[in-house]
């Protein structure tokens, strides 16, 4: 691990760091969807007991559900009140864990860029005070637009985000399925797979940024969610194809000019996670498998525990036993923290993310 790499959040030149070497190194780092502390801790604590990085991801729904689904949300204020919150959360305790944590939020079309400014109004106040800004990165996903006018918006945010050490994470065709209210599952197939000149492009245009730090989310066959097998096509050859033909536009040393990341990963195999992280993927987005764990462990200890959970009162040991240890919700939600972070265990090992801090 680079020497700038520190355990707690990870910024700027350090996250630079980070990222090549995992790109040199051959892992990814797990992106996840959290929706409160409860999710985030379990990110951590995976963390802590795989022995790698980890990626906090903040929707914008996962703002709002941070905040309060009651709290007033016009102009996105309570999405942007909820990141924020959840930032400062990790910031306040990822130390404790003892590993490199990076603040991340995940999809953002055209019509929710006043959510990404509020945050990066943020970053910015952040950063005058602390040399360095809130969140360690962001994610634009104007994908639906024309790649001019994908890569040209990009491009204007770069600026803005160069200035204060945020990194852009930008998406060129389309991720299939649903997710927090992005839905793309009727998307023409064709726009599932990006194209070669598309990534050099893109490439050529940010580079122009001074400053400017990018990851690119292309795409290849993927989709969010989970589905059964034959019902997704997954191309991650696209990816390899791709590093070879900007390997010989621009006539550089490294393999692997680009850094990409991978979205819709639930569900998918080793073998193409791995195979696609030879081609430069340096994290992978996991969602759907680690929501589906977080509810099974609940689901777990509710059928383990079911007699107990019947009436504050009354169990198999007594009809005067309480059974106020057993409905605390610290207990239901504590297995569904387990769960999850053994879950992210798992992921971590696909994706050659174990033992990777000394």
């Not at 962001?138 to 006018?149: A, T, W």
């Not at 030879?278 to 059928?303: C, H, L, P, S």
């Amino acid at each position: 691990m680079p020497a700038s790499v520190k355990p707690g959040v990870v910024t700027g030149q350090a996250l630079v760091d980070l990222l090549d070497t995992a790109k040199d190194q051959g892992y990814a780092i797990p992106g996840v969807n959290i929706v409160g502390t409860n999710s985030i801790n379990a990110c951590m604590e995976a963390a802590a007991k795989y022995g790698g990085p980890i990626m906090v991801t903040f929707s914008k729904g996962g703002g709002q559900f941070i905040c309060g689904k009651s709290a007033d949300n016009t102009d996105d204020a309570a999405s942007i009140a909820g990141c924020i919150a959840g930032a400062m959360h990790v910031r306040a305790v990822a130390k404790q864990y003892g590993v490199p944590v990076v603040l991340h939020t995940d999809h953002c079309q055209k019509a929710w860029l006043p959510w990404i400014d509020g945050l990066m109004d943020a970053n910015e106040a952040y950063f005058e005070q602390h040399g360095e800004p809130l969140f360690s990165s962001h994610m634009l996903d104007l994908s639906e637009e024309s790649l001019e006018e994908n890569i040209g918006i990009c491009k204007k945010y770069l600026e803005r985000f160069a200035k204060v050490n945020v990194l852009l994470e930008f998406e060129l065709g389309v991720t299939g399925g649903e997710e927090d209210g992005v839905d793309n599952t009727d998307v023409d197939s064709s726009r599932l797979y990006t194209q070669p000149e598309e990534v050099m492009y893109s490439y050529e245009q940010l580079s122009q940024v001074e400053n400017g730090q990018f990851t690119c989310a292309a795409s290849f066959g993927n989709v969010h969610g989970v589905y059964a097998p034959g019902n997704v096509d997954l191309q991650p050859v696209i990816l390899h194809n791709t590093q070879a033909y900007m390997k010989e536009k621009l006539g550089c040393d490294s393999d692997k000019p680009m850094k990409f990341v991978f979205h819709g990963g639930s569900g998918s195999s080793t073998e193409d996670i791995q195979y696609a992280i030879k081609a430069g993927v340096i994290k992978m987005n996991i969602d759907t498998d680690t929501q589906w764990a977080f509810w099974d462990g609940v689901r777990d200890y509710e059928a383990t525990n079911h007699d107990y959970l019947q009436a504050q009162i009354g169990n198999p040991d007594g009809d005067d036993k309480p059974n106020k240890k057993y409905y605390d919700p610290r207990m239901s939600l504590r297995a569904g923290e387990e769960a999850m972070a053994q879950r992210l265990c798992e992921a971590a090992k696909d994706l050659n993310c174990v033992n990777v801090l000394n």
